[in-house]
């Protein structure tokens, strides 16, 4: 059994413990730290003299101690008094420090010119043995062991607010600063290992008042989804216009019919049909890149994505087999996963195996906009409101109803001309209801 005392801790008397970090009955190695001490100009660790089993601890938190104080025992076959001092923090940016010296924590900058061969002006100089050097400004409140555990997670000590005693930083507390961070950041990863430089940081509240909200599960998912497909595919947008006047006049015609059948058609259920019919005439859009972006992968199966708006932000559930449905049986489909999206009851399932979107805004409004592809799709379809535009038919202006389309496609994938071709074809089966079922 020995006795564990305060080694030669320098010029300090009366040095508070903050922290404990061993319990009666644990078993240390020898240099395991045992308790943190902290004075106002330092925080040091009492390393373990020797291999063993902790007993009797002599002292608790909030106590003051000064070389010799005996702190706790240790049971085994731990060396005989008279331990090393303290060990020094290794501290990468502070080279130097000398064994059995007292690390303190942040040492002065010295404004010492550089003297070829010395340490730079802006690294402390090596500390000599019981010699402390005082501080200049404000320690953030952290043992050793927590500044070193947030160095090696690249956490920034002086940005993390303490929960512990004091307001001393604990590990917990330097954990859930780097949780905040990564959570707060979506796309964090990407972007900086793409190299595109962040977007500087501002104050708005010095600009006027301001409220911060959280982003809802959603929005922290799509985001990154979106970035990544903004930054991985070059995008090009193709917008064209179809003439729908007589398909809303037939639309109007199933309305009743609809009713009937517990649906409520909308254009909708036509386009799923119209770009059906595209995929099968242009199968490069109902494709994807192999990961290594070498092949295409061509795919042989009709589901389409249809982005809906909620509450909480846009989700794309997956309406199957568009190809085998008609358009009752499509207008039904997404009734009920809009109407699950919007209550927040989608399943994963749901949200998987599209081939390609759409996203209409023409319940809201708009004549055009240029939507991001769902990657790895290849290509996203825009419908925007339709409305009543004079057309020239060759002997006269006559009022037609007319439906913006965007295309937005991978370029990688899809060339300009396929991109039209696609959507002029799309227009004819528009304009020729009849089309639609071929
Ligand atoms: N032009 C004119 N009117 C249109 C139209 C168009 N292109 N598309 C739909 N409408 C009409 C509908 O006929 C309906 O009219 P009534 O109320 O008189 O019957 C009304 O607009 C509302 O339609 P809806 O939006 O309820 O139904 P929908 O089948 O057209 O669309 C859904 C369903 C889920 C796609 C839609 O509600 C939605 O969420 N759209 C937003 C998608 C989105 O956010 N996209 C952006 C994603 S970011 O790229």
């Known amino acids: 059994m020995a006795e564990v005392t305060i080694p030669d801790i ?4 009366a040095v508070e413990v903050i922290e404990i970090l061993v319990s009666n009955g644990d078993d240390v190695h020898a240099e395991d730290p045992l308790v943190t001490l902290e004075s106002d100009k330092a925080t040091m660790e009492i390393p373990a003299p020797g291999n063993g089993t902790i007993a009797n601890i002599a002292v608790s938190v909030g106590d003051q101690v000064s070389e010799g104080s005996v702190i706790m025992e240790i049971l085994g076959n731990a060396d005989p008094p008279n331990p090393s001092p303290p060990a020094p923090e290794a501290e990468p940016d502070h080279p130097g420090n000398l064994p059995g010296t007292v690390s303190v924590e942040r040492a002065v900058e010295e404004k010492v010119p550089p003297v070829p061969g010395e340490i730079p002006a802006h690294s402390p100089p090596p500390t000599l043995p019981g010699e402390i050097r005082p501080t200049a400004e404000k320690i ?3 043992s050793p062991g927590v500044r070193r555990f947030a160095r090696e997670l690249g956490a920034d000590v002086s940005k993390i607010n303490g929960s512990g005693p004091k307001g001393r930083i604990l590990k917990e507390d330097v954990k859930a600063w780097i949780k905040r961070a990564l959570a707060e950041t979506p796309g964090l990863q ?8 962040p977007i500087p940081e501002i104050d708005f509240s010095e600009f006027g008042e301001t409220e911060t909200r959280p982003l809802s599960r959603i929005r922290k998912l799509s985001g990154p989804h979106l970035q990544r ?3 991985n595919i070059p995008h090009v947008t193709h917008h064209d216009e179809a003439d729908i006047t007589e398909l809303e006049a037939f639309r109007k015609s199933l309305k009743e019919e609809a009713e009937q059948s517990g649906a409520k058609i909308t254009l909708l259920s036509f386009i799923m049909k119209a770009l059906v019919s595209a995929m099968k005439k242009f199968p490069r859009i109902n494709a994807s890149l192999s990961p290594d972006n070498g092949s295409l992968i061509l795919k042989k199966y009709f589901n389409i994505g249809v982005a809906v708006d909620t509450p909480h932000g846009l989700v794309v559930p997956v309406v199957r087999e ?3 449905k008609n358009i009752f049986d499509l207008a039904r489909d997404l009734a009920e996963l809009s109407e699950r999206a919007r209550n927040g009851k989608l ?3 749901d949200l998987k195996g599209g081939c390609l979107s759409i996203s209409s805004l023409g319940g809201i409004g708009g004549t055009s906009f240029t939507p991001i592809v769902n990657a790895p799709e290849v290509a996203i379809l825009g419908v925007s409101r339709s ?5 020239w038919n060759g002997e006269s202006f006559a009022p037609r109803l007319i439906l913006p389309l965007s295309l937005s496609y991978d370029h990688r994938v899809v060339d300009g001309a396929e991109a039209a071709r696609v959507c002029a074809y799309l227009a004819r089966s528009f304009e020729d209801v009849r089309r639609l079922s071929l």
Do not use: M, N, Q, Y
């Open 190 to 197: 990407e972007a900086t290992a793409s190299g595109i430089p």
């Open 322 to 324: 568009v190809d085998r």
């Open 10 to 13: 320098g010029d300090f008397e």
């Open 229 to 231: 497909a903004w930054l």
């Open 347 to 349: 399943k994963p399932a």
């Open 387 to 391: 409305r009543i535009t004079p057309v």
């Open 140 to 142: 953030p409140h952290a």
